[in-house]
């Protein structure tokens, strides 16, 4: 038996492992392409991060690696655990982890002992220590959620105080015409939740039914009836009698606390509450605690050199009335010159549905500037407070800005670093909406929640993870904070030990809790690598998009994207990201040749169209008008999509105001630069008369997405087969086909960097034209490419003034180190056309033909539950496979989850020369992998294409083959733990094939 810090069946510590794992890697690194692919070259010194490279490509630095969301059980954790628990993440490859208070798996919450071990009590102050000092001496950085679990929340605030999150409450009755209403001013529809002793009366009013107005949902009213009763209401009673032209309505409006408490609280004695995120009291409320409870000299010393954030999770805030602040009417005013107490029934809610309605379009108006309003409120008093604060503790800010009807691309700009999730967001948009204000303000990264799946428990794999964060990146998204690693134990859980989301409702719960306790833990080091890389690429220098598309209401994580864009345009290339109306009023709002934000994302155009959450109707502020007529003018192209001829505020106008728009847009449609367009399948045709075109072109609609950015006059251009996450699904096609790339750098030449590898290779194949680079792009579904175009010699290579090949008959063209190589795996002869003009026919005559390794032998490491949760036992199994089929379906395997050896011995012939390589293909495996041959253990496999070059590893006569497969432990769960996880079904674990051995020939030709 053996706990979660050595690798079963070996008794050595796991960082002794990877060291030798780390010697191995290089002793036996080889080259490795796949078809119409080009290959990385052994890695210099330069493509190491050493003198002469753009990027620590190879090695990137702790700061650009992913994260782990860290889950304790509140303060019941030991510092010693806690340090080792660093450690296992620093092993692993990981540049930090965000400590979070989450126990949504624990029934009896009374065993957390919340007095003593509660969030923000010693207990946890000393765990924070723990963490703050080791992370130092490993060189990661540690985040600190504002309050436990979320929304934001304290302890020593009541559902009363002032800090305390508010509702409006509404009840109403209903008074026939001529009929007198006689008693109690009507109660909220809902009772106050618990703690809850004291509301305020807001309001009384009473208005018209209109049923020309209703809904299905809402009852509709005339907005010049409503009248106020306020100040008839005596003792608490009102007697009022209606006009007899109708059925009135009277409502009363009570402010109150929702008494909302963190989820699955409580988390510390007394319980927190959530704070009023729109009113600068709330805010203080969670800095004063900070600096009177958590904040010790140590802990103040330590965050100074952390280098971390603060972090808060979107702002779920849940009630049963309307979100309030009592400030709001004030604030109201102040913003639109006007009373908020008449325009109130179109605002209240009764769970989250709107009960009111007046007129549609005034209706409209009146909830725009509400939510506009406390878009403002919530921006001013609590991220930019907050942000303040964090800065002078030496953190950053980093949060979900989303959650409410709040404009989240404006937060995002003055977020720090504004942060989305693959569980909530619907489409790849939404991660576009936070990018925009991110590129406007200047900020450089974008987070991601990352991995969280409904059911997903302990059944997860990392290829799952890589198909979901594929597209996120083409997004923007540049962070990953994975979601999560669980503290090991807790009293009373099962094995494999504690876990924040499982069991869930007596249920498998989200996934996943990463660490030891998975057999991928042995191979996570080589996705941990992998995701850096693409960290590193997607933070340098930065981020271009071909257009911004404003958007009039800046809500986020709602699937709702551009018109044409969306379905259209990223299929042909085209990439684009959200901005709102504040982010025009940065400094970053200008344009020079051309261009929108011309030090930042560069936009090329600017696209605008009627406002998706109120009914696409044709809206503009007029001060928003007046910033796109003074853009245009200035030279950007902007394309306009509706009948903007009819264009209206968004917000209830003052005297004159819709006038002086139809103005301002009369104004804006006659400009040179200005396209309207009535059908959304024209904005391409509109964008093309413009002269704006993408960075990235190809000629038919794909599924390939893209993202570009330039630092230091390089190109980095990160690409990927698929749509979105979870819709990625092996029925998407592959792509094989040209895709021209835009270049920075005058005569710059196209690299091939691979994440997996760490390796840079001059690509050998291309063409170029211009300020474009042309090359071949061949991906299978979520997989990924990066591409950097710089100046010759970028990475440390030599092969800069060596002439490459525009175009040929073989499979693959490579730059080696013994020059421009051609690769074919079958006989024949194979033109190659070369950049200086000539062309070369190369002639293989004999090629073996390719094998399917069937026959092999197997080892399995069978985990199980040891002596505690946190303690893990191996049953070792050896078998004889005759053909390669999934562990569930061999008797002795079937519930087993582990570690599978396979080895197979390869006989090649006398035939065999070294003018022969090999590809390994794996074909499907579950989960993670890696390859051993003759004894060298090669680069990191690609685990969504396992595919892996042999090079010259093979020999005459008998080669082995050893390939390490290690999967989830859900299989296992199933039996050992079948209270909870026994309605899984079995999984298809191990190396499941076919598995092709596929030689090819390879000749100099330059």
Known sequence: MNDHTAVPGTGLPRRTLLAAAATATAAGAVTWAAPGRAAAAPATAAASGAAGSALPFARPGRSVRPKFRWWWPDGLVQPDEIRREIDQIADAGFGGAEIAAVHHSVKDTAQLDTARHGWGTAAWVAGVEAALSQAARRGLTIDLTVGPSWPAAVPGITPDSEAAVKELAHGAVTVTAGATYAGPVPEPVHAAAPGVTKRRLLAVQAARVNTAHSTRKETGLDLDSVRDLTSTVSDGALDWTAPDDGTWVVIAYWVRGSGQMPEAGPHSDPPAYVVDHFSAAGTRAVTDYWEEHILTKSVRRLLKVSGGALFEDSIELETDGLQWTPGLPDAFREHTGRSLLPLLPALVLDNSNQVYAFEAGVTRQIRHDFWETVSALVNEHHFTALRTWAHRLGLQLRSQPYGLQTDAIATAAILDIAEGESLGFKNLDDYRCLAGGRDMAGHTVLSCEAGAYTGGAYGTTWQKFLRTMGGAYAAGVNQTVVHGFSYASFPGVNWPGYAAFTPYNGTVGYGESWGPRHPTWKHVSDVSDYLGRIHQVLQSGRAQADVAVFRQTGYTATGIGASWFTATGITLGWTHQFLSGPLLDLPSATVRRGRLAPEGPAYKALFVEGDFFYGSTVTLALKDAKALLKLTRAGLPIVLLGAWDTAVPPGIPDQGEAAQLLSVVKDLLAQPLVRQVTDKALVGDALTALGVRPDVRHASASTLLNAHRVADGVDYYYLVNGKHAETVKPAVAAVDHEVTLHRTTAGGVPYLLDPWTGKAERLARYTEEGDSVTV?????????????????????????????????????????????????????????????GRAVSTTFKDVPTPTELTSWKLHVQDWRPGASATRTTVVEHDLTLDALVPWSQIPELADVSGIGRYRTTVTLGNGWSGGYGARLELGAVTDTCRVTVNGHRLDPVDQIRPVVDLGGLLRRGANVVEVEVATPLANRLRVSDPGVYGGLARAPYGLLGPVRLVPYGQARIA
């Open 776 to 836: 071949r792009v061949a991906l299978q579904p979520a997989e990924t490419l990066v591409v950097a175009i710089g100046r010759p010699g970028l990475f440390g290579d030599r092969n800069g003034s060596r002439p490459y090949a525009t175009g040929s008959e073989a499979d693959e063209v490579r730059l080696t180190d013994a020059g421009l190589t051609v690769r074919s795996a079958a006989p024949g002869t194979y033109r190659t056309s070369l950049s200086r």
